[in-house]
């Protein structure tokens, strides 16, 4: 029988993490760049999604497939690369167990204020 080789994603998540040093900055470009031979396709979607500008909107807002936020007159994202986000979001909900909450789930949300 044969076994399908790894992919580059299953590699990268069995490597471990980068260990952290609060005395110095991690550039997760520049980690991108020196590991681009040895993570091709993982390398290019980092450098896309890396290089989008920060902005004020809140993320679920903006990558919300039920909402019309990003739309052929209000994008500023390639449709490939809105497709990759919104994949790399699949991927992460199923590997950690995450459920997406349902419309009536986010429309119940009961928030208590302290009494002053």
């Given at each position: 029988?044969?076994h399908?080789?790894?992919?580059?994603?299953?590699?990268?998540?069995?490597?471990?993490?980068?260990?952290?040093?609060?005395?110095e900055?991690?550039?997760?470009?520049?980690?991108?760049?020196?590991?681009?031979?040895?993570?091709?396709?993982?390398?290019s979607?980092?450098?896309?999604?890396?290089?989008?500008?920060?902005?004020?909107?809140?993320?679920?807002?903006?990558?919300?497939?039920?909402?019309?936020?990003?739309?052929?007159?209000?994008?500023?994202?390639?449709?490939?690369?809105?497709?990759?986000l919104?994949?790399?979001?699949?991927?992460?909900?199923?590997?950690?167990?995450?459920?997406?909450?349902?419309?009536?789930?986010?429309?119940?949300?009961?928030?208590?204020?302290?009494?002053?």
């Amino acid at each position: 029988m044969l076994h399908p080789e790894k992919s580059e994603l299953d590699i990268y998540l069995e490597e471990g993490c980068h260990l952290f040093n609060p005395e110095e900055q991690f550039d997760a470009l520049s980690w991108w760049k020196l590991n681009t031979y040895k993570f091709r396709i993982l390398s290019s979607l980092a450098r896309n999604v890396l290089a989008i500008p920060i902005t004020t909107v809140a993320s679920e807002a903006t990558f919300s497939a039920g909402s019309r936020v990003i739309d052929k007159y209000r994008a500023s994202l390639a449709p490939s690369t809105v497709e990759m986000l919104m994949c790399g979001g699949d991927w992460c909900r199923k590997r950690y167990g995450v459920k997406k909450k349902t419309k009536a789930e986010k429309q119940h949300l009961t928030i208590e204020l302290p009494n002053n």
